[in-house]
């Protein structure tokens, strides 16, 4: 047991172990949303646009998640306005964001002549070097993130699994849209900090699709969800510590293993079902 | 008799296309009433009008309770974890705050409205493990939820099982009975006058509106699906309507 709470000991290691946490709130929370509405290339693409943000930031000497937060507001009202053309559809909106801000990130990036280790943290994340107020600033986000999936879930659900029932009922569907893409741009801030722009999403779209490959409802999947990246995060803070592996893409490798035994757990339950009734 | 929708010169355009043309009719307690017409007539334009989901260009909708909806089937969504159960809840989600739980009243509502359309024991099946016939009872069985006295109904029986068909065209009268109208879409004119007490032919505009028997003619036919359809005075009332594209052979009788 010792050696399991040994590296909690250590304040980053407490730091990051939060930032675990946090990360589970919004993946269970958001998590289903963006694998039930098949948005996992906006996920990507909004993690990808914020990119000029931080390199802005990190040159003006402003705050990186600040400068990520704007571009990743930026991008989701890029994309609902592109959306309200008709002919234009999410993916397309999607696309021409991110095409549009992310080579301008690239760019950005390549003036700086010696990008610091903070920026390279946002570009691939370090669980292990958290700093105390970009932790309190996340869990401000993942807490209103909860909260806002709580008491609009009806809303969510409705828009989601029948948009002209949804409409019919009063609520406005392109209002839930633009909630979904919110909510899915302050997740992937919260997950920034574990394992940067370019992995963030997967912290988001793993667990769930693990979790729906085990539950049947939605409240157990959006649970399940938040169990298994809060498990494979504490999994790969402990293989970090006691192993000496990177931290931050062990996560991700880890959840990708959670997802693969799932999927082979429900392969091996069916093929038992269907022998049992042939 | 008490007016549940009053429908005036309601225009609908989407840019310069008109979608809808100085449609008017009322729909009265009780009634149940079909809209038909060709595609592209303004059936669901006038739907989703009356629902809110587009405003008018011109007219207006005089609504007495916000109508229950029931939309065309669509089989994108059957992927999601949701039971039976938990789609006619649905129809409940306005009827409480949002922090308020859905509670046990209306979890015996909902189980009540699934026994009206027989599904009493498929409550806890997946929405995606029911048939087409099924999932469509389950979206009748969440608009009566909704407690409303007006339900639309955009194609319900499109591609729809026999014992299902049945089962929604006898609860249909069981609701008339009961003081609650509907406004059916439907393109099979058979069925729409079985079932209707009314019948409005729509093209664009309103081509005809009145009781089922009187707005039904040839005429009335002729001038609804003016071309796409092909009228044959069978003696009597009969009509054999063939669509010109090939696709449809309908018989009323």
């Known amino acids: 047991m010792n050696t399991l709470t040994e590296p909690f000991h ?77 002919r234009v559809v999410n993916d397309v909106a999607v696309g021409i964001a991110l095409s549009g801000l992310f080579p301008l990130g690239v760019i950005l990036l390549a003036l700086q002549t010696t990008p610091t280790r903070s920026l390279q943290d946002y570009l691939f994340g370090d669980l292990l070097s958290i700093a105390p107020s970009d932790l309190v600033i996340t869990a401000a986000i993942a807490i209103t993130v909860a909260a806002v999936v709580t008491t609009r879930r009806r809303l969510l659900i409705a828009a989601s699994f029948d948009r002209p029932f949804a409409e019919a009922l009063g609520f406005r569907a392109g209002r839930a849209d633009v909630l979904v893409l919110t909510l899915i741009a302050a997740s992937v801030l919260v997950c920034l900090l574990a394992v940067g722009t370019v992995l963030a999403v997967a912290l988001l779209v793993i667990p769930a699709a693990t979790a729906r490959l085990l539950t049947q409802r939605l409240v157990p999947m959006a649970l399940v969800a938040g169990v298994i990246a ?46 049992a009734t042939a | 008799m008490t007016d549940l929708l009053v429908v005036s010169d309601l225009t609908v355009r989407y840019g310069r296309r008109v979608a809808l043309e100085r449609a008017s009719f009322r729909v ?115 608009a009566l939820l909704s407690r409303s006295r007006l339900l639309l109904l955009d194609e319900p029986l499109n591609g729809v099982d026999a014992t299902s068909q049945e089962v929604i065209i006898e609860l249909l009268a069981e609701l008339r009975t009961q003081g609650v109208s509907t406004l059916i879409s439907t393109h099979d004119l058979a069925i729409a006058r079985r079932i209707s007490t009314r019948m409005l032919f729509l093209s664009t505009t309103v081509i005809a509106e009145g009781p089922t028997e009187e707005a039904f003619t040839p005429d009335v036919l002729r001038r609804t699906y003016a071309g796409s359809l092909l009228v044959v005075d069978a003696g009597g009332h009969a009509l054999e309507l063939l669509e010109t594209g090939g696709h449809a052979h309908e018989h009323a009788h």
């Open chain 1, 10 to 86: 250590y304040a980053f290691l407490q730091r990051a172990l939060l930032e675990i946490v946090l990360v589970g709130i919004v993946s269970g929370a958001v998590g289903p949303l963006i694998v039930l509405r098949r948005l996992a290339f906006t996920g990507e693409s909004i993690a990808e646009t914020v990119l000029p943000g931080v390199v802005l930031a990190e040159a003006a000497g402003a705050s990186l998640l600040g400068g990520a937060a704007a571009f990743a507001l930026a991008t989701v009202a890029l994309i609902a306005a592109i959306e309200r053309d008709r």
């Open chain 1, 230 to 275: 809060i498990s494979c995060g504490i999994a790969a803070l402990e293989l970090s510590y006691h192993a000496g592996l990177a931290a931050s893409p062990a996560v991700v490798l880890l959840l990708a293993g959670a997802f693969l035994l799932a999927a082979m757990l429900t392969a091996a339950r069916r093929a038992q079902l269907r022998s």
């Open chain 2, 28 to 142: 009265a307690a009780g009634e149940t009433v079909a809209v038909v017409g060709p595609n592209g007539a303004g059936k669901t334009t006038l739907f989703r009008a009356i629902l809110g989901a587009i405003g008018p260009t011109a007219g207006s909708i005089e609504l007495a309770d916000r109508p229950g909806y029931v939309p065309q089937a669509d089989d994108e969504q059957l992927d999601f974890p949701l039971t039976a159960l938990d789609v006619v809840l649905m129809g409940g989600y306005r009827r409480r705050r949002c922090w308020q739980p859905l509670g046990r009243e209306l979890r015996r509502e909902a189980l009540d409205a699934l026994a009206r359309v027989g599904l009493t024991d498929r409550a806890r099946s997946q929405i995606g493990e029911l048939s087409g016939g099924q999932r469509q009872r389950v979206v009748l069985a969440r």
